[in-house]
């Protein structure tokens, strides 16, 4: 993935262009965690969306309660099992 994104990718990207990156984080050196470490100074802005809410919702992540899923309801359940 990494080869993919410096060898093709950006480079195709126009000047300015937004890059929109929707992935799981499976591992620390996949490829939202090298562009992070990497482009400290582009200033990246992350939307972190757990599946399970474990996190503190005064950090301005819409408030679910601990232990909710995402999504939610009886299907979301299901799914996660």
Same mark, same amino acid.
């Given at each position: 993935?990494?080869?993919?994104? &410096? +060898? %093709?990718?950006? !480079?195709?990207? !126009?000047?300015?262009?937004?890059?929109?990156?929707?992935?799981?984080?499976?591992?620390? +050196?996949?490829? !939202?965690?090298?562009?992070?470490?990497?482009?400290? +100074? =582009?200033?990246?802005?992350?939307?972190?969306?757990? %599946?399970?809410?474990?996190?503190?919702?005064?950090?301005? =992540?819409?408030?679910?309660? &601990?232990?909710?899923?995402?999504?939610?309801?009886? &299907?979301?359940? !299901?799914?996660?099992?």
């Amino acid at each position: 993935m990494w080869d993919w994104w &410096t +060898d %093709a990718a950006s !480079a195709r990207l !126009a000047p300015g262009a937004p890059v929109i990156l929707i992935l799981t984080r499976l591992h620390h +050196d996949d490829l !939202a965690g090298r562009l992070t470490d990497r482009d400290k +100074d =582009v200033g990246w802005r992350m939307l972190n969306i757990p %599946a399970q809410a474990d996190h503190n919702p005064d950090k301005g =992540v819409r408030p679910r309660s &601990t232990g909710r899923l995402h999504p939610p309801g009886p &299907t979301g359940r !299901a799914r996660w099992r």
